[in-house]
Every structure is written in structure tokens, then in C-alpha cells.
């Protein structure tokens, strides 16, 4: 394994475990058979390294998610892909998500920007899909910013109350919010 | 103003402003005009006072709104009025349900225990509505426990995201919620 995906599993393992403002730094590089000088070599605060997983993480599962979707031509299946992917490749797959945004506060402005934009892309996704079924004459009346925030606020919750240990049931739950979704959306 | 009130007002207002790690009780006490040993009076530990101030706002807005939603024997009066001032008398009003969802797992496990009870009356409240809807044969074929968390996911994750400088707009986005949330759930 590269040097840095180790420390990207390690400290996001001791994130999730103990919070970020709790960890120092000299623990992450303890658990990894590091310096903290050595650690350094690789990040130059524990803020870099906190963006680093942030990007890390996203590229991996919500930006691939993200991709998939906005090729999809049909409204209905761009918001339904994302919804499913977002459910079970990022939200109920394990606490990075939940960490991530719960620290994201803890990141540098510039940082915190440039996650946010992958953040806003999502944002647009639904909301353009949404303007899409309005035009074509599908969609209940409804404000469509909130209408995209009930989407993504129903399944961003999950995080706070979802059991990890029972993440098979991931898909029945992204099932149950999707078709509640649309049936509150779209006009019988 | 009652102390206890005082101190209240002004640690709600500095932990929102600069989070409740980041708030020594010396910052409080000097807000306050107060000594250290002055606040100490009146609460043992930073926790302690959370865990007053998270006690203290549910009394104010969450429980009288659950006291009053308990009352009502329709069920889908009962969700609406739940959902309806959940969102107006707290999310949308101003940060401090952000600030105490988000520092909730500051507290003491025995403290954390008892705010949980009283969310999971809001759970409940709304998991039992949704079972005599289903009674009555109104409901679509869901999960009742992921229905449940639906609507308090698509309300309660508006902290993320509200402009509280335009809390006008909180009575609309209560509607458009509690509106394809009823829509989504039960049958045309």
C-alpha cells in the first residue's frame, strides 16, 4: 500500500474513533510506526492531513457517484442513481461521511470551499433534474431549493442514528427514501 | 433576569459562536462578569452547564411542542403539528438546535441518555402516527422506522443549510417538508 492511502486509513480510523480535534498528531504517527518529524514529511499540519481525507474520500465513492449520475439522461434516474449511490456507497458503508461532515467546520476557508463545490455539484444535480420534470409538467407545485433539500437532508440524516453493524439494510432504507421522494415529488 | 437565565443566554451565545471545546468556562465567566469560582457556583463543570443549556431549550421549544402534539387524536394532525413547530419554533429560529444536536456527544453518557429520551419521544410520536395511518389502510407499502426517519431526517438536517438571517422563509420550507412528506407516504 502507498505511504499516504496508510495514513489516510489510519488517521480516519482514529478520527472516527476519538474526533478530530481529540487525536494529535503524534498518536496518528505513533499508530503508524512514524516520527511525528516523519509524519510531517508527508503533511504539513493536522489540517492538511484533514483536507487530504476529505479529498481522499470524496474521490473515492462520492465523486464516482457524482460522474455516473450527471451521464444519465432521464431526470428521474440522474436523482435516483445519486440518491442510491450516495445511500450505500458513501452513507451507510461505514462513519467517514458522518466524520467528514461533522468536521468539516474544521478545515482552513479555502479548504472548506473547495469541498463545498463538490458538495454544490450534488446540490445541482437534483435541483436541475427537478427543473427538468417541472418543465416537462411532472412535478407537484413546491419550492424546487427545498424540494432538493428534502432529498438530500432525509438521506444525510442517516448518519445520525444508523447502526454500522447492520449495514445490509442500507438498500431497503435508500429504497424507502427514494420512493418516498418521488411519490412526494411528482404528480400522480 | 434569573442567574441561571443570564448564564443560559450567554454560554448558548458563545458556544454557537465559537463551539463548545473551543469555549473555556473563564471566557464565560469573564462574559459574565463573573470569577471562575463565581461560575462555578452554579454549575460544576463545562458539562454540566451543556448539559443545562441542552435541558433548558428543550423545555422552552421542543417539549411543549411534543406536549402539545401528543394531544391531538388525528395522526396526521398530530406528525403536521409536530413537524410544523419543530421546524419554526426550532430549527429555523436561530443555531442553538445546531450547536446542541451537533455537541450532543460532549455530554456525559448518563446526560446524553436522558436528551435521547426525549428525541425518541419525537420518533415515537411520529413511528406510532404512521402505524394507525396504516390501520386505517392510508399508507403506502414502506418501513415504518425509515418513513419515520424521513421526516425528522429532511427537517432536522436544515441546520446545515439555513440562512438564519432569512428565518422568514422558515414557515414555507416547513410546508413544502410536512407536503411531500404526506405525499410521499400515503396512498392518493
Redesign the interface.
Known amino acids: 500500500m502507498d505511504r499516504r492511502e496508510e495514513i489516510y486509513e489510519k488517521s480516519l480510523e482514529l478520527f472516527i474513533e476519538n474526533g478530530y480535534?481529540q487525536t494529535p498528531l503524534s498518536r496518528i504517527a505513533g499508530a503508524l510506526n512514524l516520527t511525528k518529524a516523519g509524519l510531517y514529511h508527508y503533511f504539513k499540519s493536522k489540517e492538511e492531513l484533514l483536507f487530504f481525507i476529505h479529498e481522499h474520500n470524496l474521490k473515492k465513492d462520492f465523486i464516482p457517484t457524482l460522474d455516473a449520475a450527471e451521464k444519465i439522461s432521464d431526470p428521474e434516474g440522474r436523482i435516483t442513481h445519486f440518491l442510491k449511490n450516495y445511500m450505500q456507497r458513501s452513507l451507510t458503508k461505514n462513519a467517514a461521511a458522518k466524520m467528514l461532515?461533522?468536521e468539516a467546520n474544521k478545515l482552513k476557508p479555502e479548504h472548506h470551499e473547495k469541498i463545498k463545490k463538490v458538495w454544490r455539484r450534488a446540490f445541482d444535480l437534483i435541483y436541475n433534474a427537478i427543473s427538468e420534470l417541472e418543465e416537462a409538467g411532472k412535478v407537484?407545485r413546491?419550492?424546487k431549493t427545498?424540494?432538493t433539500?428534502?432529498?438530500?437532508?432525509?438521506?444525510?440524516?442517516?448518519f445520525?442514528?444508523f447502526d454500522y453493524d447492520r449495514r445490509e439494510s442500507g438498500r431497503?432504507?435508500s429504497d424507502?427514501?427514494i420512493?418516498?421522494?418521488?411519490?412526494?415529488?411528482l404528480k400522480?
Open positions: 480535534v461532515i461533522q407537484e413546491v419550492n427545498f424540494a433539500f428534502a432529498a438530500i437532508g432525509m438521506c444525510s440524516w442517516t445520525y442514528w431497503e432504507l424507502n427514501y420512493k418516498i421522494f418521488f411519490k412526494g415529488l400522480d
